[in-house]
C-alpha cells in the first residue's frame, strides 16, 4: 500500500516569510496533486504534476516533482496570512487517490 | 453555481441507528468519491463511483454502503453506525476522461459523532 509522508506536521510563521514543505511517497507517483484545506471547508485543487523534474509556479507558490517522481516540495515565498490553512498533496492511481496527512500551516500576522 | 452539496453537515447520533449522507453534484461529473478525515491520518477513501450503478472500494469501506443511480447524486450509507465512524466525512467529484481522474471538487464535509 502506498503511503505519502507530509513534513512537517505543523508550521508556524510570520508573514513575509519563506517555507517549504515536503511530500514523500513510499512508491512513485502517478499523478500528484497539492491541496489547500481551510478550517470548515473541503480541499482544493492547487496544483498537479505530472512529469518528473517538473516546476510550476502559482503566484508565490512553487511546486517541484523530484526527478524520480517520488517526492514533492511546495514553497511559499513571502507567506500571508491568507496561506494560513492544511495543505495536502494526494498521488491519482486511476480510480484511486491516496493522501498524504498534510502540513498546517498559520501565518501570523 | 458549479458545486458539490452534501446534508447534513453535522450529525450526531447512536450506536446501530441507521442514516444516510446525502451528496449531489450539479456539473455533470462521471466520477464521484467518499472520504472520511481524522486528525493524523489525512484523507482516506471509503468509496468511489466511476459512472452510474459502477461503485467500487476505496481503502476503508468497511461498515459503509454506497449507490448511484442517478449521475449526479451518490449517498454514503451507515447501516449501523458505531464509534469508530466518528469522522469527517467529504464527497467528491470530477469528470473521468481518458480513464484518469480530472480535478475533484470537494462538498463542504459532513462532521459526525456517533455516541
Known amino acids: 500500500t502506498q503511503l505519502l509522508e507530509q513534513s512537517p506536521q505543523f508550521l508556524s510563521i510570520q508573514e513575509g516569510e519563506n517555507l517549504t514543505v515536503y511530500c514523500n511517497s513510499s512508491?512513485?507517483?502517478?499523478?500528484l496533486q497539492w491541496y489547500r484545506q481551510e478550517p470548515g471547508e473541503g480541499p482544493v485543487l492547487l496544483v498537479t504534476?505530472?512529469?518528473?523534474?517538473e516546476v510550476k509556479k502559482l503566484k508565490r507558490l512553487t511546486f517541484q516533482f523530484g526527478d524520480a517522481r517520488k517526492d514533492s516540495s511546495l514553497h511559499i515565498t513571502a507567506a500571508q496570512p491568507g496561506d494560513t490553512g492544511l495543505y495536502l498533496c494526494?498521488?491519482?492511481?486511476?480510480?484511486?487517490?491516496?493522501f498524504g496527512a498534510g502540513t498546517r500551516l498559520f501565518v501570523k500576522a | 453555481e458549479a458545486q458539490v452539496t452534501q446534508n447534513p453537515r453535522y450529525l450526531i447520533t447512536v450506536t446501530g441507528k441507521k442514516l444516510t449522507v446525502t451528496c449531489s453534484q450539479n456539473?455533470?461529473?462521471?466520477?464521484m468519491s467518499w472520504y472520511r478525515q481524522d486528525p493524523g491520518l489525512g484523507l482516506r477513501q471509503i468509496y468511489y463511483?466511476?459512472?452510474?450503478?459502477?461503485?467500487d472500494k476505496g481503502d476503508v469501506p468497511e461498515g459503509y454502503k454506497v449507490s448511484r443511480k442517478e449521475k449526479r447524486n451518490f449517498p454514503l450509507i451507515l447501516e449501523s453506525p458505531s464509534p469508530n465512524q466518528t469522522s469527517l466525512y467529504f464527497c467528491?467529484?470530477?469528470?473521468?476522461?481518458?480513464?484518469?481522474?480530472?480535478?475533484?471538487?470537494f462538498g463542504p464535509g459532513t462532521r459526525l459523532t456517533v455516541l
Open positions: 467528491a467529484s470530477s469528470r473521468w476522461d481518458r480513464g484518469t481522474t480530472d480535478t475533484q471538487y
Open positions: 504534476v505530472v512529469t518528473g523534474g
Open positions: 463511483s466511476m459512472n452510474v450503478e459502477v461503485t
Open positions: 456539473m455533470n461529473h462521471e466520477y
Open positions: 494526494a498521488d491519482l492511481g486511476g480510480f484511486k487517490t491516496i
Open positions: 512508491s512513485v507517483f502517478s499523478s
